[in-house]
Nanobody, 114 residues
Framework: VQLQASGGGLVQAGGSLRLSCAASRVFFGIYNMAWYRQAAGKERELVADAPSGGTTNVADSVKGRFTIVRDNNKNTVYLQMSSLQPDDTAVYYC?????????WGQGTELTVSS
């Protein structure tokens, strides 16, 4: 599966942004989808996931501010972000996982200015 992430950019602290990840696979619905991020000098971390047929989860650091939504009809997963903080600055990666096989998008960069 190929993943195309988009929507990153520069935003002021307190602002909102939505990331999109379009997948090129007709059986999108069976994949567990997730968003990760990697800030400069830090390890990649899980931000939110939307399992196939399961309940979505978000990391504690973004709880109440970020929401992950998948649209199986559009083969797309979104990350809706609000109340953005400078600590959210990172490259955000879309991930698809099926039976332990992981597929990654190219990443989209978010910069939050204070």
């Amino acid at each position: 599966v190929q993943l195309q992430a988009s929507g990153g950019g520069l935003v002021q602290a307190g602002g909102s942004l939505r990331l999109s990840c379009a997948a090129s696979r007709v059986f999108f619905g069976i994949y567990n989808m997730a968003w990760y991020r990697q800030a400069a000098g830090k390890e990649r971390e899980l931000v939110a996931d939307a399992p196939s047929g399961g309940t979505t989860n978000v990391a504690d650091s973004v709880k109440g501010r970020f929401t992950i939504v998948r649209d199986n009809n559009k083969n797309t997963v979104y990350l809706q972000m609000s109340s953005l903080q400078p600590d959210d600055t990172a490259v955000y990666y879309c991930n698809a996982n099926l039976a332990g096989f992981h597929y990654w998008g190219q990443g989209t960069e978010l910069t939050v200015s204070s």
